[in-house]
């Protein structure tokens, strides 16, 4: 059964407003606030997208401005706080950890005054040191905090596979695992296409080269700063990442993504949150998955570790697990 509830969204900016945007477009609530320092950006934001509600095709929906009163009866809570990237920037997300990891300490410290029930989804980057922090900081139940992790990086995998063999995406099955970032992995063992087998693909598409898995790995990490150079910042893509959580959460899908937690020995790694396939219904994640992935593969995993946790160590505060 679908839950309307209340969303509110931390970050009124490009992403926080294109995911208010899709909300709003799929019907998945029935309020949104947004909350952001810049509160008359807020303001002009949720006056201008509670314009498109009058439309006969539109879901009407409360749009407004608000103050982090407001998480206390949300059913779900989304961070988009925190700048991105810039164009000509250092291709890196982990290059945010210390000006964003102040950003959710100041975001979280409000949430908790107010709330333990609400499902918070993390977006801001460096996803998973963001995702950590939150859930290592603040007394707040674990299962209860999603990061959007590598399903992005999935969603672009699907696309790239896609446009390869000139076929629908939604036939692509597999996952991007490990960092939402520069050292996340495309685990190709779990990849196939429309149940056919991925490696016989280029027989049934009469292909005179292999796939060369490494050039679609590249292209994948790759593409984020190509569309952060072309149009400014990445945010469409994300925005819909965000609704699949979003619905997968309010219609109870027991359905199984990718998405970042803090890791307790899976892989033998600990105390750093990561990319898993996990199962997710109304209360958050409910189980996570370790698919027998290659030596290659889980190597991979264990370099993506390193990565985030070495990027934590510009943490100033708490985080036994960084020292
Ligand atoms: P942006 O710089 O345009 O906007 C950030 C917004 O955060 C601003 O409106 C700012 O006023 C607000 N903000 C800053 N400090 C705040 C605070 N303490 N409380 C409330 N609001 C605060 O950035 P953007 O392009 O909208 O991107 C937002 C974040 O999403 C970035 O960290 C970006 O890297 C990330 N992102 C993540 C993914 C993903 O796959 N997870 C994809 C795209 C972007």
Redesign the pocket.
């Known amino acids: 059964m679908f839950d309307e509830g209340k969303i509110v969204i ?7 407003t294109a995911v208010l945007n899709k909300i709003v477009d799929f019907g998945l609530a029935s309020e949104v606030v947004l ?4 509160e008359k ?1 807020c303001m002009g934001e949720s006056l201008d997208t509670s314009h498109a509600t009058a439309c006969i095709s539109s879901h009407n929906i409360y749009i407004h401005e608000g103050d982090y009163e407001d998480c206390k009866d949300a059913s779900m809570i989304i961070i ?6 810039k164009p000509g920037e250092t291709p890196d ?1 982990l290059i ?1 950890t210390k000006t ?1 990891c102040k ?1 959710m300490d ?2 979280m410290s409000q949430i908790v005054r107010y709330t333990k029930d609400a499902i918070i989804l993390v ?3 460096p ?1 998973d040191v963001a995702t950590y922090y939150v859930s290592a900081n603040f007394d707040y139940p674990r299962e209860k905090i999603i990061g ?1 992790g590598t399903l ?1 990086e999935t969603f672009r995998l699907r696309r790239i596979l896609a446009d390869y063999y000139h076929l629908d995406p939604k036939l692509v099955h597999g996952y991007v695992l490990g960092e ?1 970032g520069n050292s996340g992995f495309v685990a190709w063992s779990t990849v196939d296409i429309a149940s056919l087998g991925l490696g016989n693909m280029d027989e049934f598409f009469n292909r005179d080269y292999k796939l060369n898995k490494g050039m679609i790995e590249q292209k994948i990490m790759q593409v984020v700063y190509d569309v952060i150079n072309l149009k400014g ?3 469409t893509g ?1 925005a819909m ?1 965000a609704c699949r959580f979003i619905k997968a959460i309010k219609y109870n899908e027991y359905t199984i993504l990718p998405m970042s937690s803090i890791l307790t020995g899976e892989y033998g790694i600990h105390d750093v949150a990561l990319s898993l396939p996990c199962m997710l219904n109304n209360t958050g994640i409910i189980k996570k998955f370790t698919p027998k992935l290659t030596d290659e593969e889980v190597g991979k995993m264990i370099a993506s570790a390193k990565s985030v946790k070495f990027a934590m160590k510009a943490i100033e505060k708490k985080t036994e697990a960084v020292a």
């Open positions: 931390i970050g009124a900016s490009n992403v926080g909350i952001d320092i810049n950006k988009t706080a925190g700048p991105s990237i997300r945010l964003n950003i100041n975001v977006v801001t980057n996803l959007t992005l939402h910042c990445t945010n994300i990442v």
